[in-house]
């Protein structure tokens, strides 16, 4: 299968979950002009003309970050509960970030007002500190070990740190923590991502 991505985007968080349940895939990247990088035209892959997007040997295609996360678990039998509060727990958690802290990071992207800036800093603040009460003194986001909504908070934590976002500072140690997974690692290292952003 192919994941189309774009190096650090929330597609990032698909690559780290593919590699952490150690599902074969292969990387493609995307132009400015919805290209990909084996020349096709994106937007006939993905007419939403974003990653990511998860192709198919069949050429059948799944887009959404949330969508593709949900499959790749249930693939693998890892990374969610196949039933019970830890599974609707990660559920939740990963549906805010892909919503409300993804949502807001839009005006640092797109040269928005100081004062737009200004307003989706404070909602990323108030959302950061409610994953974090959510996360507690845990490793992982939900229970004992790694789920889906992991690498999309770790997304979520990098982006917060390029755009100077403050977080609680219990998401030191836990991006710390995630930066030593070998999934996490080898995607970055694959993104083509320095290796000095790996701590």
Not at 143 to 168: C, F, N, Q, S
Request: overall charge negative.
């Amino acid at each position: 299968m192919n994941l189309f991505y774009h190096p650090g985007a929330c597609s990032l968080a698909v690559h780290i979950a593919l590699v952490e349940a150690n599902i074969p895939y292969r990387l493609v990247t995307i132009t400015r002009e919805k290209r990909t990088g084996d020349g096709r035209d994106f937007l006939k892959i993905n007419p939403k003309g974003y990653v990511p997007a998860l192709e198919f040997d069949d050429g059948t295609t799944l887009s959404e970050s949330l969508a593709i996360l949900v499959y790749v678990a249930d693939r693998s039998a890892t990374l969610l509960a196949s039933d019970g509060p830890e599974r609707w727990q990660a559920l939740e958690a990963l549906s805010f970030m892909v919503t409300e802290i993804h949502g807001n990071f839009k005006p640092f992207w797109k040269k928005a007002s100081d004062a737009e800036k200004d307003k989706a800093r404070a909602s990323l603040v108030k959302h950061f500190a409610v994953i974090a009460e959510q996360l507690g003194e845990r490793r992982f986001l939900v229970g004992k070990t790694m789920t889906i909504a992991d690498p999309y908070l770790l997304v979520m934590l990098r982006w917060a740190a390029t755009h100077e976002i403050e977080v609680p500072p219990r998401f030191i140690a836990y991006t710390a923590h995630m930066n030593q997974r070998p999934s996490v690692q080898q995607a970055l290292i694959e993104e083509g991502l320095a290796t000095d952003d790996i701590r």
